[in-house]
């Protein structure tokens, strides 16, 4: 249905930055909500960010796992029909596959429903 293409990821070191992006193949940002997934080698995929509401509020609602919070920022450009992670401050933690989702919040829990191809992520020590 929706393709979502990610994009950015590569290998950089300890401290570093990295922006990633998700372009879907239509504009969904209207109707949906949207998050970042990543799936650490040999883990389960784990939420890392979740937006909301951004065309209501500058900037979106936004929640982020603890283990990111103060260092990404998930933010959606609507002009440019994409949707960003700025990583700071990696760490080799933050090592894996990097989804762009499409899902919802029920009850304030964001719930996937679609996610893209992934994008490798590698942080050196």
């Known amino acids: 249905q929706v393709q979502l293409v990610e994009s950015g990821g590569g290998l950089v070191q300890a401290g570093g930055s990295l922006r990633l992006s998700c372009a879907p193949s239509?504009?969904?940002?209207?109707?949906?909500?949207m998050g970042w997934y990543r799936q650490p080698p040999g883990k389960q995929r784990e939420l890392v960010a979740s937006?909301?509401?951004?065309?209501?509020?500058?900037?979106?609602?936004?929640n982020y796992a603890d283990s990111v919070k103060g260092r990404f920022t998930i933010s959606i450009d609507g002009a440019k029909n994409t949707m960003y992670l700025q990583m700071n401050s990696l760490k080799p933690d933050d090592t894996g596959v990097y989804y762009c989702?499409?899902?919802?919040?029920?009850?304030?829990?964001?719930?996937?429903?679609?996610w893209g191809q992934g994008t490798q992520v590698t942080v050196s020590s």
């Open positions: 989702s499409r899902g919802r919040h029920m009850g304030g829990n964001y719930v996937s429903d679609a």
């Open positions: 239509a504009n969904i940002f209207s109707f949906n909500d």
């Open positions: 937006i909301r509401h951004w065309r209501q509020i500058v900037g979106g609602i936004t």
